[in-house]
C-alpha cells in the first residue's frame, strides 16, 4: 500500500528565504507526482507535475524535483513571499487513471 | 476555460438526513474522481469515473455513500442517513492525461 509522508507538519521562515519541502513515498512504482497548494477554505491548486521519467519541473520561482528509486521528491521554493504561505501537498499516483494518493501536507508560513 | 466546480460550496444538514454534493468537470475530461479532506485524516479517495462507469469504488467508506455519473460529464455524491463523522469537505477532481484538477470542494457540516 502506498503511503506518503510529509515532515515537518509545518514551517515558519522569514521572507526572502530559499526553502525545500520534503516528499517521500513508500512504492517506488509511480505513474507521476503532483505538488498542489491550499489556501485556507479553498480547494487545491496544481502547481507541478512531474511524470516518472523525468527528474524535475521548474514553474516561476518553484523547483520540483524527483527521485523514484528512492522514493523523494522535493519541492524548492525560490525567494520566498507571504503571498506563498499556503499548505503544500504532496500527492502520487500509483498507475494510469488511478488514485492520488496524498501526505498530509506541509502548513508554510512566510513572516514579512 | 471554467475549472472544475461544485455545489452547494457549503452544506449543513441534520443527523439521519440525506445529501446530494454535485460536481461539474471541466469540459472534455472523461476521468473525475471524488476526495474527502477531513480534519487530522488529510485527503481519502472515495471513487473514481470514467466516462459514466466506476472502475473503483474502493473508497467509498459504507454503502450510504454512493454516486453516479450521467452523460459523461456531472457527478453526484449522495450520502444517506448522514453521521456527524461524514462532516468533511469533499473534493472533486478531473483529469486529463493523468494530471487532477480540483474543484473549490463542498464542505459538509452534519450537526
Known amino acids: 500500500k502506498q503511503e506518503v509522508t510529509q515532515i515537518p507538519a509545518a514551517l515558519s521562515v522569514p521572507e526572502g528565504e530559499n526553502l525545500v519541502l520534503n516528499c517521500s513515498f513508500t512504492d517506488s512504482a509511480i505513474y507521476n507526482l503532483q505538488w498542489f497548494r491550499q489556501d485556507p477554505g479553498k480547494g487545491l491548486t496544481s502547481l507541478l507535475l512531474i511524470q516518472s521519467s523525468q527528474r524535475e519541473q521548474t514553474s516561476g520561482r518553484l523547483n520540483a524535483s524527483l527521485d523514484k528509486s528512492s522514493g523523494r521528491s522535493t519541492l524548492y521554493i525560490a525567494a520566498s513571499q507571504p503571498g506563498d504561505s499556503a499548505t503544500y501537498l504532496c500527492?502520487?499516483?500509483?498507475?494510469?487513471?488511478?488514485?492520488?494518493?496524498f501526505g498530509k501536507g506541509i502548513t508554510l508560513s512566510v513572516r514579512p | 476555460g471554467a475549472g472544475v466546480s461544485q455545489s452547494p460550496s457549503n452544506k449543513v444538514t441534520e443527523k439521519g438526513k440525506d445529501v446530494e454534493l454535485r460536481c461539474d468537470p471541466i469540459?472534455?475530461?472523461?476521468?473525475l474522481y471524488w476526495y474527502r479532506q477531513s480534519l487530522g485524516q488529510g485527503l481519502e479517495f472515495l471513487i473514481y469515473?470514467?466516462?459514466?462507469?466506476?472502475?473503483?469504488k474502493s473508497g467509498l467508506p459504507s454503502d450510504r455513500f454512493s454516486a453516479e455519473r450521467t452523460g459523461g460529464s456531472v457527478s453526484t455524491l449522495t450520502i444517506q442517513r448522514t453521521q456527524q463523522e461524514d462532516s468533511a469537505v469533499y473534493l472533486c477532481a478531473s483529469s486529463t492525461y493523468n494530471e487532477q484538477f480540483f474543484g473549490p470542494g463542498t464542505r459538509l457540516t452534519v450537526l
Open positions: 500527492a502520487v499516483l500509483t498507475g494510469a487513471n488511478s488514485k492520488l494518493t
Open positions: 469540459s472534455g475530461h472523461t476521468a
Open positions: 469515473f470514467q466516462g459514466n462507469s466506476a472502475p473503483d
